[in-house]
């Protein structure tokens, strides 16, 4: 329980870590087009992530996950595409979303060279962090600041759907003990 924790921990640190440098260290100065942007490249890498773990793990558990996050966070990032098409906007990379890749790529690197338990476990692990991470991070900072109403409502949309990912990832780490 003490290293999940400690994950958690960690990849919370690294995700806050991130922002520090975005908008005078505020997340939440970031406007709606930056946030967007964010939210979109959390969305890729999980993808990402999920697309290794389907290369990597022959663990059925792992792979049913695996296709959820594909499958959610593809659907969410459609229908952000959508919006920002309807309202003629761009999203606008910012040092938030730079961050977060780099942060990705090292991470995939990691992992790339996991196999069998190992993998399955740091995933699980990972992802759990991840979406507890990027939860609150949408919750207390993105959310209560975005300006636009139908952005809002997609992204409060998106909270529901990843908070349970959150808790599938969770019975997947107290699985995998």
């Known amino acids: 329980m003490m290293k999940i924790r400690n994950l958690i921990a960690i ?8 922002i520090t440098g975005a908008q005078a260290n505020d997340p939440a100065k970031l406007n709606d087009l930056q946030i967007a942007h964010v939210a979109y490249t ?26 959820t996050m594909i499958r959610d966070h ?10 920002l098409k309807k309202l003629k906007a761009n999203p606008q990379d910012n040092i938030l979303s730079k961050q977060l890749t780099a942060n990705s790529h090292k991470l ?8 069998g338990k190992a993998f399955d476990r740091f995933y699980a692990k990972n992802e759990l962090g991840y979406h507890k991470a990027v939860n609150n ?26 908070k349970v990912h959150e808790h599938h990832a969770a019975m997947m780490v107290k699985g995998l003990k």
Do not use: C, W
Not at 42 to 67: C, G, M, Q, V, W
Not at 74 to 83: C, H
């Open 11 to 18: 990849t919370g640190i690294a995700l806050m870590a991130s």
């Open 108 to 115: 995939v690197d990691k992992m790339s060279k996991l196999r």
């Open 137 to 162: 991070l949408v919750a207390n900072a993105f959310i209560p600041n975005i300006e636009n109403a139908e952005v809002k409502s997609l992204f409060k949309a998106g909270l529901k759907i990843f």
């Open 42 to 67: 959390a969305d890729n890498i999980d993808i990402r992530y999920a697309h290794l773990a389907l290369a990597i793990s022959t663990n059925p558990k792992i792979h049913e996950f695996a296709r």
């Open 74 to 83: 593809t659907a969410v990032n459609e229908q952000a595409l959508a919006l």
